[in-house]
């Protein structure tokens, strides 16, 4: 899945938790989506270029160097663990979901639950995810979606749309 779409099915899962239990707050909301787009640091993608997540106040140069590391640091990750591999292994979400609940951290409990959520995302996904590591390295996909088809794309507006929507029923209420 990519990651706009990740940080929408996060968005959208945050909008109908907080319907419930209340708005967690804009830090634990941050770490949730960051912990959304996490798992696929051994991937490159959004989360391998961090400038994405800072405000464009800083030096340009400074933005490059930071996108180069997060690149490159990227890279070495996916060439010790590949893709979709030890970082989308649900334990790895869980441990962390529970270190944060364990130890009243909420950022940390947060975080582990976006990761969760990213696993969501790229189950649905035809490549899956090893579901079972570290005991099988086996992938499993319980839909077939193509990541970056259309089908994907009208999945991410629909997360976005729901989202949005229970939001806006929170604030009206």
Known sequence: MRGINHIGLAACVLSAYSFHAGWPGLLSVSSAVIGSLAPDLDGGGTIARPSNFLPHLFPKWLMDFVDWF??????????????????????????????GFYTHVNLLMFFG?????????????????????????????????????????????????????????????
């Not at 010790?80 to 441990?95: S, T």
């Not at 996909?141 to 806006?168: H, K, N, P």
């Open 113 to 173: 639950f976006g990761w969760l959520l990213h696993l969501a995302g790229d189950i649905i996904t035809v490549n899956g995810i090893p579901l079972f590591g570290p005991f099988s390295h086996k992938k499993i996909s319980v839909f077939g979606m193509r990541v970056g088809s259309q089908f994907e794309g009208f999945v991410g507006v629909c997360f976005w749309i729901t989202a949005i929507g229970l939001t806006i029923v929170q604030i009206v209420q």
């Open 70 to 99: 997060g690149i490159h640091f990227s890279k070495l990750v996916k060439k010790i663990f590949g893709h979709r591999g030890i970082l989308h292994w649900p334990i790895i979400g869980l441990l962390i979901s529970y270190a």
